[in-house]
């Protein structure tokens, strides 16, 4: 079994920056592959970021690519998302993932929600215009 804790959101001016964490339990987390997901109100769940268990391959959304950045250290079982330059648009609840089945076949699967097993409690990111 494997908990997730998010923590670092909160409110923010648009422009602005924050990082969020992802606290994983568990021995076997550096063979996770991460991913970072975001809900807003009356919305369904979408893809924000994902990162391969060695660390070495980073996918984003369109929506977030050059503004935000997933990061993992796995000494300290923790998974990131710096986020930089918010935008109203980038308002609502942030959600951790962990994939603990063996890779999928290519990268295409990073992106779905319902190839990870695990997910977080979230946290809330809200931008001020």
């Known amino acids: 079994q494997v908990q997730l804790v998010e923590s670092g959101g909160g409110l923010v001016q648009a422009g602005g920056s924050l990082r969020l964490s992802c606290a994983a339990s568990?021995?076997?987390?550096?063979?996770?592959?991460m991913g970072w997901f975001r809900q807003a109100p009356g919305k369904e769940r979408e893809f924000v970021a994902a990162i391969s268990g060695s660390g070495t391959r980073t996918y984003y959304a369109d929506s977030v690519k050059g503004r935000f950045t997933i990061s993992r250290d796995d000494a300290k079982n923790t998974l990131y998302l710096q986020m930089n330059g918010l935008k109203p648009e980038d308002t609502a609840v942030y959600y951790c993932?962990?994939?603990?089945?063996?890779?999928?076949?290519?990268?295409?699967?990073?992106?779905?929600?319902?190839?990870?097993?695990?997910w977080g409690q979230g946290t809330q990111v809200t931008v001020s215009s």
């Open positions: 993932a962990a994939r603990a089945r063996p890779p999928g076949y290519g990268s295409s699967w990073y992106f779905a929600s319902y190839e990870y097993d695990y």
């Open positions: 568990g021995r076997t987390f550096s063979s996770y592959a």
